[in-house]
């Protein structure tokens, strides 16, 4: 695994734990910035090719 592909799914990682930890929290507008991270990092991850996986999905 490259270092992009590597880095690329840790951020997936950590976004998820921040959007999951917002929704706890009830901060919606937080959830929403989280959710819009979320959705960019997958959008990317499809242009270049990477699978994202179970672990991340």
Known sequence: MD???AG???RIK???SD???AREA???FLA???QAELDDL???AAEHGV?????CA
């Open 14 to 16: 950590a976004t998820q």
């Open 3 to 5: 270092a992009f592909t």
């Open 19 to 21: 959007l999951t930890r």
């Open 51 to 55: 699978e994202i996986g179970a672990a």
């Open 32 to 34: 929403d910035v989280e």
């Open 8 to 10: 690329l799914l840790h």
């Open 42 to 44: 997958h959008r990317l």
């Open 26 to 28: 009830g901060d919606d």
